[in-house]
């Protein structure tokens, strides 16, 4: 079955330290994978996506994330982090079944960044 | 930019209640789903929709729940007979096509007392 795995449930840093929040997937078909984004008391925002193409992709506020198919991960870093990225985050896997079905989005448990200055 | 928007932000009600939870997905997008996130937990898939129709519902969308897309706008979530454990945020989200980005409505906050 499929699954995502995000080791860590939370990650404190301090300002303009690196970052990198851990996503590992499962899944035995080809897979779309999503980092949402979380902030208090507010919804999901999609953060960055893979759906084909490089392997390297970025959001507009310095995150990026990588996916290697070989170690079926897709972590995601940000080089220098600002208080304004505490929220918590969620890496999240789609999978189309077979016989081209709808699909849906398995999440991770989330990963809560902490940012401290 | 286009958005997921839902309402209410917040419901409270009494166990064994109806609620009705609402949503109005993207204009163009003609894929619907539903999730729910309990305090703490990892948000789960409830259900998807396309063409007035459900395409996909996991083992907890069970007989208590039912989703409708009464008019050329909304997308709604029924949960007829509310149990404590329905106590959680929950979150439509639609994508143009079926394999695409899924965006997120910002959430109901369900308390069942």
């Known amino acids: 079955a499929q699954s995502v795995t995000q080791l860590d449930s939370q990650v404190p840093v301090f300002e303009e330290a690196p970052v990198e929040l851990r996503c590992n997937y499962s899944?035995?078909?080809?897979?779309?994978l999503f980092w949402y984004v979380q902030y208090p008391n507010q919804g999901l925002q999609l953060l960055l996506k893979?759906?084909?193409?490089?392997?390297l992709v970025k959001s507009i506020n310095g995150f990026e994330a990588e996916f290697n198919k070989s170690q079926t991960s897709f972590h995601l870093r940000k080089p220098s982090v600002h208080i304004s990225d505490t929220a918590e985050y969620f890496c999240?896997?789609?999978?189309?079944?077979?016989?081209?079905?709808?699909?849906?989005?398995?999440f991770g448990k989330g990963t809560k960044l902490s940012v401290k200055p | 930019e286009p958005e997921v928007t839902q309402t209410p932000s917040h419901q409270v009600t009494q166990m064994g209640q109806e609620v009705i939870l609402r949503c109005v997905p993207i204009?163009?997008?003609?894929?619907f789903y539903w999730y729910r996130q309990i305090l703490g937990q990892k948000v789960e898939f409830l259900v998807s929709?396309?063409?007035?129709?459900?395409?996909?519902k996991s083992e907890i969308f069970d007989d208590q729940f039912s989703v409708e897309r009464p008019d050329g706008s909304n997308f709604t979530l029924k949960i007829r007979s509310t149990k404590l454990e329905d106590s959680a945020m929950y979150f439509c989200?639609?994508?143009?096509?079926?394999?695409?980005?899924?965006?997120f409505g910002p959430g109901t906050r369900l308390l069942v007392l």
């Open positions: 989200a639609s994508s143009e096509q079926g394999a695409q980005t899924q965006y």
């Open positions: 899944s035995s078909v080809s897979v779309y």
């Open positions: 893979y759906l084909s193409g490089s392997t």
């Open positions: 999240a896997a789609h999978t189309q079944h077979l016989g081209g079905s709808q699909g849906n989005l398995i």
């Open positions: 204009s163009n997008h003609l894929y």
């Open positions: 929709f396309y063409n007035n129709e459900i395409s996909e």
